[in-house]
């Protein structure tokens, strides 16, 4: 496995040997979540095929510096849990190599990044979408694999692929869960062991207000709202029932909506959501 820090490199090595390169973008703090997308991308790549997973904590995506500070960063265990899964090229670049000082272009995704994260967290989804656009061109993969955990971020990346001619296959793999059920995330190593036993309340919350059955979205909100509640989370962030496909925001549902929600345990902002079909009540 070669570990790369700077794209003249990265690029270099990848077109040298000449095979179909899968990306998974990551920002470390690798969990079995992460190991699943790789492996995905082992099957898409094949065994004569390129697997490069990039390792960056994108500061432009981040509205918090406290959280970026505190963004977990275990490089040595990172590199050898690709070793393992028997990565290629693992990309992980320091924020110079990134970034010019005086960088004045961004990409923005400017609908489906309004509502939810997008509204939680300023300018969240421009950091993504440049970086990820970035990764694809100095990496010049084929195909990229995201979780879909982070359902609104896949959204967006498939809008800027689509809106921009960027000729990369996005392929989305299902959320990986702890046995309890909460949604694995490289920020769950920073709960309290109580805010840890009390997470996977979310996951609950959204899965009840969902086997409602009711089609009303104040009611379905209102169900999951008090289940979390009753987790002791120190704020919930947002919750809502949004349109699969445009994110908006709806009020009934006739067809297939996704319940978000972001929620604090304290300074851990975690993420899930659930699908809720128009069964009616
Ligand atoms: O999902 C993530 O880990 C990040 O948002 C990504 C896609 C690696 C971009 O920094």
């Not at 969990?31 to 697997?51: D, K």
Request: hydrophobic share 45%; aromatic share 4%; glycine share 6%.
């Amino acid at each position: 496995m070669e570990v790369i820090a700077t794209k003249a490199e990265v690029r270099r090595t990848l077109r040298a040997a000449g095979k179909p390169v899968v990306l998974v973008p990551t920002m470390g703090a690798l969990h079995e979540g992460h190991l699943s997308l790789i492996r995905r991308a082992r099957e898409i790549a094949g065994p004569q095929g390129t697997v490069a997973v990039s390792i960056f904590v994108n500061p432009i995506q981040f509205d918090r510096a406290s959280d970026l500070e505190a963004y977990p960063r275990p490089m040595e265990s990172d590199l050898a849990a690709c070793r393992a899964e028997g990565v290629d090229v693992v990309f992980a670049p320091g924020a110079g190599e990134m970034y010019e000082a005086d960088r004045s272009v961004t990409v923005t995704e400017s609908v489906l990044s309004k509502d939810l994260c997008g509204a939680a967290r300023p300018g969240h989804f421009d950091g993504v979408c440049t970086v990820v656009l970035k990764l694809f061109l100095i990496t010049g993969c084929e195909a990229a694999v995201f979780g879909e955990k982070d359902f609104q971020q896949l959204a967006v990346i498939h809008r800027m692929v689509r809106d921009l001619d960027v000729p990369v296959e996005i392929i989305a793999h299902e959320t990986v869960r702890e046995q309890d059920g909460l949604a694995m995330s490289s920020r769950n190593v920073r709960l309290t062991p109580e805010q840890r036993a009390a997470a996977p309340r979310i996951r609950f919350a959204l899965a009840a207000a969902r086997n409602s059955h009711s089609r009303d979205a104040r009611e379905i909100i209102a169900i999951a709202r008090r289940e979390i509640m009753a987790s002791h989370p120190t704020h919930i962030d947002y919750l809502e029932l949004v349109d699969e496909e445009s994110l908006h925001p709806v009020e009934t549902v006739e067809r297939p909506a996704t319940l978000a929600a972001a929620v604090f345990f304290g300074d851990v902002r975690l993420i899930d959501h659930i699908r809720v079909e128009p069964h009616g009540a």
